[in-house]
Nanobody, 124 residues
Framework: EVQLVESGGGSVQAGGSLRLSCKAS????????MAWFRQAPGNEREGVAY???????TYADSVKDRFTISQDNAKNTLYLQMNSLKPEDTAMYYC??????????????????WGQGTQVTVSS
């Protein structure tokens, strides 16, 4: 059974940093594509960062050069390092997983497994 558990959210001021973690169980990293999504109230879920099983990464334009997705295979954990945070980054952040070598990175329907989310709030 695949389980994804996010942590690391919180409240920060604009310009600050947070690192989100997604502890995964029941998956083999090299066989899965992983991604971070976020959803603010009243908005659709949007893709933020994507990590293909090959190691290739993709970022949404809104977070490029500020966010970094990575994984620690030994710890079975996916990370999202978020720097230079802005109030518009405020949202619930979710990690997602899908078996396979490649998926459409930022289409939520492409992902079979989801975590419960962790809240990020950035104040101005």
């Amino acid at each position: 059974e695949v389980q994804l558990v996010e942590s690391g959210g919180g409240s920060v001021q604009a310009g600050g940093s947070l690192r989100l973690s997604c502890k995964a169980s029941g998956i083999y990293w090299f066989e899965y594509c992983m991604a971070w999504f976020r959803q603010a109230p009243g908005n659709e879920r949007e893709g933020v960062a994507y990590l293909e099983s090959s190691g290739r990464t993709t970022y949404a334009d809104s977070v490029k050069d500020r966010f970094t997705i990575s994984q620690d295979n030994a710890k079975n954990t996916l990370y999202l390092q978020m720097n230079s945070l802005k109030p518009e980054d405020t949202a619930m952040y979710y990690c997602a997983a899908e078996p396979g070598g490649m998926v459409a990175a930022f289409r939520p329907n492409e992902y079979r497994y989801w975590g419960q989310g962790t809240q990020v709030t950035v104040s101005s």
